[in-house]
Nanobody
Framework: QVQLVESGGGSVQAGDSLRLSCAAS????????MAWFRQAPGKEREFVSA??????NTYYAESVKGRFAISRDNAKINLQMNSLKPEDTAVYYC?????????????????WGQGTQVTVSS
C-alpha cells in the first residue's frame, strides 16, 4: 500500500521560503515519478513540479521556475520554495505513479497524500 505523507506547510510573508517534504513508503519506486500539485480556493488543481525517482529528472511549472527546487533524499521528496508570492497560497499535494510518456504534468496519478496548507501573505 503506497503511502505519501506531506509536511512542512505553514504561513509566511511574501518573499519568505518554505520547504515541503513528502515521505513515500509502501513499495519500491523505481520507474515512478513523484510530483507536487497545488490547489487554491476556487481554482483547479495544478501541476507544480516533479522528479523521476531513478534518474532524478526534474520538471517545473513556468510559474515556479527559478523559485522552487525539487529533490529526493532517500525516501523523501522535498520541495524548496523560495521568493514565495501570495499567489502561491494553496494546499500542496504530493502524488506518485509510474512515469508516463504523457509527461508528469499531464499524466494520471493513482496515489496522493493528504495535502499541506501553504499561506503566503503580502
Amino acid at each position: 500500500q503506497v503511502q505519501l505523507v506531506e509536511s512542512g506547510g505553514g504561513s509566511v510573508q511574501a518573499g519568505d521560503s518554505l520547504r515541503l517534504s513528502c515521505a513515500a513508503s509502501g513499495r519500491t519506486f523505481s520507474g515512478y515519478v513523484m510530483a507536487w500539485f497545488r490547489q487554491a480556493p476556487g481554482k483547479e488543481r495544478e501541476f507544480v513540479s516533479a522528479i523521476t525517482w531513478s534518474a532524478g529528472n526534474t520538471y517545473y511549472a513556468e510559474s515556479v521556475k527559478g523559485r522552487f527546487a525539487i529533490s529526493r533524499d532517500n525516501a523523501k521528496i522535498n520541495l524548496q520554495m523560495n521568493s514565495l508570492k501570495p499567489e502561491d497560497t494553496a494546499v500542496y499535494y504530493c502524488a506518485t505513479d509510474l512515469f508516463s510518456l504523457r509527461g508528469p504534468a499531464q499524466q494520471e496519478y493513482r496515489y496522493w497524500g493528504q495535502g499541506t496548507q501553504v499561506t503566503v501573505s503580502s
